[in-house]
Nanobody, 118 residues
Framework: QVQLVESGGGLAQPGGSLRLSCTASGSVFNIATMGWYRQAPGKQRELVATISSGGSPRYADSVKGRFTISRDNAKDTVHLQMNFLKPEDTAVYYC????????????WGRGSRVTVSS
């Protein structure tokens, strides 16, 4: 089992930036892919970005060119740099760690709330 602790987030104006971080502990040797998901009010949770153990990123079309996911394997940490934020980015952001089979290694945590508003 892996435990994930998210940090960062908060309030930003449209066009602004925020940075999220997630640190894993526990059975981290099983982690292959780490990623970020988000759930906006009244909507289903959706994929934002993932990054493989080798550093290959994937992004949802809605965030391409604005968000950057990065990973520090030595610290078992994944970051999400969010630039040019839009009101529709408002959501609770959750970190996830998967094994090589794409199976989640942890339960969803409390997440980090991101609010984009003027």
């Amino acid at each position: 089992q892996v435990q994930l602790v998210e940090s960062g987030g908060g309030l930003a104006q449209p066009g602004g930036s925020l940075r999220l971080s997630c640190t894993a502990s526990g059975s981290v040797f099983n982690i292959a892919t780490m990623g970020w998901y988000r759930q906006a009010p009244g909507k289903q949770r959706e994929l934002v970005a993932t990054i493989s153990s080798g550093g290959s990123p994937r992004y949802a079309d809605s965030v391409k060119g604005r968000f950057t996911i990065s990973r520090d394997n030595a610290k078992d940490t994944v970051h999400l740099q969010m630039n040019f934020l839009k009101p529709e980015d408002t959501a609770v952001y959750y970190c996830r760690a998967d094994n090589h089979y794409g199976v989640s290694l942890s339960s969803w945590g409390r997440g980090s709330r991101v609010t984009v508003s003027s």
